[in-house]
């Protein structure tokens, strides 16, 4: 079973001509929020092996997805609910955005550009989260609306930390990474700030 779905993802990330549809999140699965915390540690060497397409989707939901149908709110909260946190996925196949309203990933870019993040604890799967800061208009001044875009960046990163301990999955949060170089593959624009990034896999 897990070998099918890892060779499904891995079939679906290879096309990188159209968005890939993630299953519907298994809101059941996994442990007591307390045993979560109890067990929460980064993770420092991986398996080779990609996420399976489950725990992919069910990382991507409780990372920043939509929680309640009704009105388009999600796992995480932001700030004057203007939802600025985007969810990028690095794989060895290629760049995706999650659009939290499909539940799928958007292709983004051909290749492999995990070295983004440096070469020390590759992992199968890097998560990069980056805020939109236009999203806030001109309240607040610039350095007020960056502070806002980084406590919502870290609201994400705990969902992403609680989930992967709860599932056994590692992830490991970090902030060192090529910007410049990032923005360059995503296209960002100068208000979108990548701020945190997550590797992610299954532990050694």
């Known amino acids: 079973m897990f070998v099918a779905a890892t060779l499904l993802l891995t079939t679906f ?12 999140p298994d809101t059941t699965r996994g442990t007591s929020v307390m045993k979560a915390l109890a067990d929460r540690k980064s993770t420092g060497e991986y398996s080779d092996k990609q996420l399976s397409l489950g725990d992919l989707s069910d990382l991507l939901w409780a990372a920043n997805g939509i929680n309640r149908p009704e009105n388009g709110k999600r796992t995480a909260a932001s700030a004057m609910n203007r939802q ?9 196949e290629g760049v995706h955005l999650y659009n939290a309203e499909g539940h799928e ?4 870019a051909k290749g492999d550009h995990r070295k983004l993040f440096g070469e020390r604890g590759m992992s199968p799967l890097i998560i990069l989260l980056v ?3 236009t999203k806030f208009g001109e309240v607040g ?5 960056k502070e806002w ?8 990163s705990q969902n992403i930390a609680l989930f992967c301990s709860a599932t056994g999955i590692g992830t490991k949060p970090r902030a060192s990474m090529d910007r410049d170089g990032i923005k360059k593959i ?8 990548p701020i945190l990034n997550h590797s992610v896999g299954y532990p050694k």
Do not use: H
């Not at 990330?13 to 519907?24: I, R, Y």
């Not at 875009?149 to 994400?156: E, F, M, P």
């Open 105 to 108: 990933l958007i292709p983004v």
């Open 84 to 92: 600025d946190v985007s969810v990028y996925t690095f794989t060895p």
């Open 141 to 145: 001044t610039a350095e007020i609306r």
């Open 131 to 133: 805020t939109d800061i």
């Open 186 to 193: 995503l296209g960002l624009s100068e208000g979108q700030l």
């Open 149 to 156: 875009g980084a406590i919502d960046v870290g609201l994400v």
């Open 13 to 24: 990330l290879n096309a990188q001509n159209g968005v890939v549809k993630l299953k519907n």
